[in-house]
């Protein structure tokens, strides 16, 4: 207990480091002027919040920062948020981020607050971005699946695209990490069934901010050899 609230209070502290930072941030420019950048929406307090105290929409508000100053984890939508409960008091203008919420240091499925038609999922991989940490709560995904068709040999396939990081477990079990994330239920059957049909998973992490839906093609031997000259 005592070393799981050390690092409660250790999480809590590197968040409330990143914010305090960006407030200060926007201290600063907000007399300089600014520049044509990326920027990104993030949920703030409207007003001071206790804590304990539960979140209501009165409380909160969104304001726009720098996307590559935005601090891993901070929530961009609201809606999940009325009735979750906060683990440190903030006061007004404050980003919200899902470390600040109370249970995620006991990676209860409630922390995640799912909406209605949702549900909090896991998806184990040993992709190596995965392995050696550099995914991160609050990053964006695709995953990358080649599956094996039969007579026509296997494809490659961008499969589910921009799902958000909610949670990656700590233990890397049997050569493999696991990322929570919170879909709709035919989006979880599809990421089961990846898993479970032995497909070879590849995770893409996604540039902050980032939320345009390009077109790709799937890939498969008559692609390469029609797109690079490939000859037999």
Not at 93 to 119: C, D, E, H, K, W
Not at 220 to 228: E, K, M, S
Request: glycine share 10%.
């Amino acid at each position: 207990m005592t070393d799981m609230r050390s690092r409660l209070f250790l999480v809590l502290g590197l968040g409330l480091a990143a914010v305090t930072g960006l407030l200060l941030y926007g201290t600063l420019t907000a007399a300089a002027g600014s520049h044509e950048v990326a920027r990104l929406d993030v949920v703030v307090t409207r007003a001071a919040v206790a804590a304990n105290a539960p979140l209501t929409a009165a409380l909160l508000d969104h304001r726009s920062y720098p996307a590559e100053l935005v601090p891993a984890g901070a929530v961009t939508e609201p809606n999940g948020l009325i009735g979750q409960r906060l683990a440190v008091a903030l006061p007004e203008g404050v980003p919200i981020l899902r470390a600040f919420l109370s249970g995620v240091a006991g990676q209860t499925s409630s922390a995640y607050a799912p909406q209605s038609g949702q549900v909090v999922t896991t998806f184990a991989t040993s992709d190596p971005l995965a392995l050696t940490g550099l995914v991160q709560v609050g990053d964006h995904v695709d995953i990358l699946a080649t599956v094996t068709t039969g007579a026509d040999g296997r494809i490659t396939q961008a499969t589910v695209r921009d799902l958000e990081v909610l949670g990656v477990t700590s233990a890397r079990e049997a050569g493999s990490r696991a990322f929570v994330f919170v879909v709709d239920e035919q989006t979880a059957l599809v990421l089961k069934y990846l898993r479970d049909s032995g497909a070879v998973i590849d995770i893409a992490l996604r540039a902050r901010g980032d939320g345009t839906a390009s077109s790709t093609q799937a890939v498969d031997l008559g692609y390469l050899i029609a797109r690079f000259g490939i000859k037999r």
